[in-house]
């Protein structure tokens, strides 16, 4: 049995949707961020940077893998699925895996950082993590042009991409002028595995349409900054 420790954030989600997609068993305990419970004693004996997702495997003796690429590709090597076992097919997913955890996941979060969460707005910032954000955008675009995915096959790197793109109107990031990109966008939502992952730990209001939800959201993010 795998026991996942998240938050309703895109890198939760890579967790549980590789966890629904894999069709793992798995119980789920939702970690508080804005109560700083990611830097409890007890969460750092699991992941020692106090950061979400972790998962621990009872089946490996209660082994606790942190970082989600890590996570992923853990999952993905236990059940033999959604990673190829080697060669050019595993290096394309390993690479577009990589360039999620290096490049979209960084520049959306410093682009949600700056355009959501600081008070004080700073337009030299903003500019750079939204232009960069969209010319990574562009770079999926022209893959997704070439491929149906952006591995050979459905993957770990389809997984790991989608759960941040897919939030491209709260970091501020248009994805007008890809139609390759929106057409993956529209056919990775409809995928139900990836509904239900998003759902996990519980339902997040509407960030796009719901002022509350969003409040509430920048105003957590902004305390789980500070630490």
Not at 71 to 93: C, D, F, H, N, Q
Not at 202 to 213: M, Q, Y
Request: hydrophobic share 40%.
């Amino acid at each position: 049995m795998i026991h996942l420790y998240t938050s309703p954030t895109p890198n939760g989600h890579k967790a549980s949707v590789t966890l629904e997609e894999l069709e793992i068993p798995y119980e789920v305990t939702a970690i508080d961020l804005s109560k700083n419970v990611q830097k409890e004693e007890w969460f750092l004996k699991l992941n020692p940077n106090g950061r979400i997702p972790v998962i621990v495997d009872s089946e490996e003796g209660d082994l606790p893998v942190f970082e989600t690429g890590a996570i992923m590709i853990y999952l993905a090597e236990k059940t033999g699925r959604l990673l190829p076992a080697s060669g050019a097919p595993r290096a394309r997913v390993i690479e577009w895996l990589m360039f999620q955890i290096g490049g979209v996941g960084p520049m959306m979060g410093q682009a949600n950082v700056f355009y959501r969460y600081f008070p004080e707005k700073l337009p030299a910032a903003i500019d750079r993590y939204q232009n960069e954000s969209r010319r990574l955008f562009e770079v999926l675009d022209r893959r997704l042009g070439e491929s149906e995915w952006l591995g050979d096959d459905f993957s770990i790197a389809d997984i790991a991409n989608w759960c941040w793109v897919r939030t491209y109107k709260w970091s501020g990031v248009s994805v007008e002028g890809l139609p390759n990109l929106r057409r993956w966008l529209d056919v990775m939502k409809e995928r139900p595995a990836c509904r239900k992952g998003c759902e996990v730990p519980f339902v997040v209001g509407s960030l796009v349409k719901d002022e509350e939800a969003q409040a509430k959201f920048a105003e957590n993010a902004r305390k789980s900054l500070q630490t």
